[in-house]
């Protein structure tokens, strides 16, 4: 089954938290609004964080904002930052096959159709739709 992990559904959340607050959230602020964790937030912050699509700013009215505007997000970017390459199979994502196999593969040609088309519908849905 395809399924995004519990990090990504809570990356979500808190950039879409981000994307309604008129000013920065701490992390804390952001775990007693959503119930998550902390600690996994601080996980979740570094990795969005490394992907350029949040900035953490220092002093007393620091925290968390967004580091690109939200309408610019979508849903392929925010899991490519916390999951990596995308793709329904892990020998078919991003830009192509790389497997052993892959010559005498029966399926990557239709399993990397049904993945671009998937990779199509991340891209379609915006963090403002949230």
């Known amino acids: 089954m395809f399924q995004l992990r519990h990090e990504t559904d809570y990356a979500i959340q808190f950039l879409s938290l981000l994307t309604k607050a008129k000013k920065n959230l701490s992390l804390n602020d952001v775990a007693l609004r959503t119930g998550i964790s902390f600690l996994f937030l601080q996980k979740i912050a570094r990795k969005l964080r490394l992907a350029g699509l949040v900035q953490a700013e220092q002093g007393?009215?620091?925290?968390?904002?967004?580091?690109?505007?939200?309408?610019?997000?979508?849903?392929?970017?925010?899991?490519?930052?916390?999951?990596?390459?995308?793709?329904?199979?892990?020998?078919?994502?991003?830009?192509?096959?790389?497997?052993?196999?892959?010559?005498?593969?029966?399926?990557?040609?239709?399993?990397?159709q049904v993945s671009k088309e998937i990779m199509k519908i991340l891209e379609k849905v915006k963090l403002t739709d949230f």
């Open 60 to 112: 007393v009215n620091g925290g968390y904002v967004l580091a690109v505007p939200a309408k610019t997000l979508n849903l392929k970017k925010i899991v490519s930052a916390i999951e990596g390459q995308c793709g329904l199979v892990s020998c078919c994502s991003g830009d192509g096959c790389k497997c052993a196999r892959s010559e005498k593969c029966q399926t990557k040609k239709k399993l990397t």
